[in-house]
């Protein structure tokens, strides 16, 4: 019988997550602060906090150059955008002024999503029985029929009840 190697034991790191455990301070020095040179004076980098961001247990505030250093570090492993937002405690839009080059462009983000070959007028959408029927007949200014103020009254009804209106049930023909 072969016994599986077992994954190292990494201190602070929940057993179920150490697969997936990022250490950063494998690549430093024994010392867990970095100290880096700037045109603006020297910055101070503490790794602790940069390894705990990176792998989601941020516990305080990173410095700007700290969430600089975990994002490019996630972005190497080729973590999506939303979680190194996340984990880093950044808007979206400040990771891609940090790292234009791993950008996706608007145009790339678009064509990831199937786009319906039939679009709908308004009068299509628009049945009477239905709550959009009736906001249709309040946006042109008319009084509504019977059947959609009923449908109106239901969506209202389920609303209450769940909190949508989706999935509420229309008036029969």
Same mark, same amino acid.
């Given at each position: 019988?072969?016994?599986?190697?077992?994954?190292?034991?990494?201190?602070?790191?929940? =057993?179920?997550?150490?697969? /997936?455990?990022?250490? =950063?301070? *494998?690549? !430093?020095?024994?010392?867990? @602060?970095?100290?880096? /040179?700037?045109?603006?004076?020297?910055?101070?980098? /503490?790794?602790?906090?940069? +390894?705990? !961001?990176?792998?989601?247990?941020?516990?305080? *505030?990173?410095?700007?150059? +700290?969430?600089?250093? !975990?994002?490019?570090?996630?972005?190497?492993?080729?973590?999506?955008?939303?979680?190194? *937002? /996340?984990?880093?405690?950044?808007?979206?839009?400040?990771?891609?002024?940090?790292?234009?080059?791993? *950008?996706?462009?608007?145009?790339?983000?678009?064509?990831?999503?199937? #786009?319906?070959? %039939?679009?709908?007028?308004?009068?299509?959408?628009?049945?009477?029985?239905?709550?959009?029927?009736?906001?249709?007949?309040?946006?042109?200014? $008319?009084?509504?029929?019977? #059947?959609?103020?009923?449908?109106? @009254?239901?969506?209202?009804?389920?609303?209450?009840? %769940?909190?949508?209106?989706?999935? !509420?049930? $229309?008036?029969?023909?």
């Amino acid at each position: 019988m072969k016994r599986r190697d077992h994954l190292p034991v990494i201190p602070g790191v929940p =057993v179920g997550r150490q697969r /997936d455990s990022i250490p =950063v301070l *494998a690549y !430093a020095a024994p010392d867990p @602060t970095l100290t880096i /040179d700037t045109p603006t004076g020297p910055v101070h980098i /503490d790794l602790i906090a940069v +390894e705990r !961001a990176v792998n989601g247990e941020r516990a305080g *505030a990173l410095t700007r150059h +700290e969430k600089q250093l !975990a994002a490019s570090l996630l972005f190497d492993r080729g973590i999506s955008y939303s979680v190194i *937002a /996340d984990r880093v405690g950044v808007s979206g839009t400040t990771l891609r002024s940090w790292f234009p080059e791993q *950008a996706v462009t608007t145009n790339d983000r678009l064509a990831r999503r199937p #786009r319906s070959t %039939h679009r709908r007028s308004r009068s299509e959408e628009a049945r009477c029985g239905t709550r959009r029927g009736y906001t249709q007949h309040r946006r042109r200014g $008319e009084p509504a029929c019977d #059947r959609c103020t009923a449908a109106n @009254t239901l969506a209202d009804r389920h609303y209450r009840l %769940h909190g949508t209106t989706v999935g !509420a049930p $229309e008036v029969a023909a």
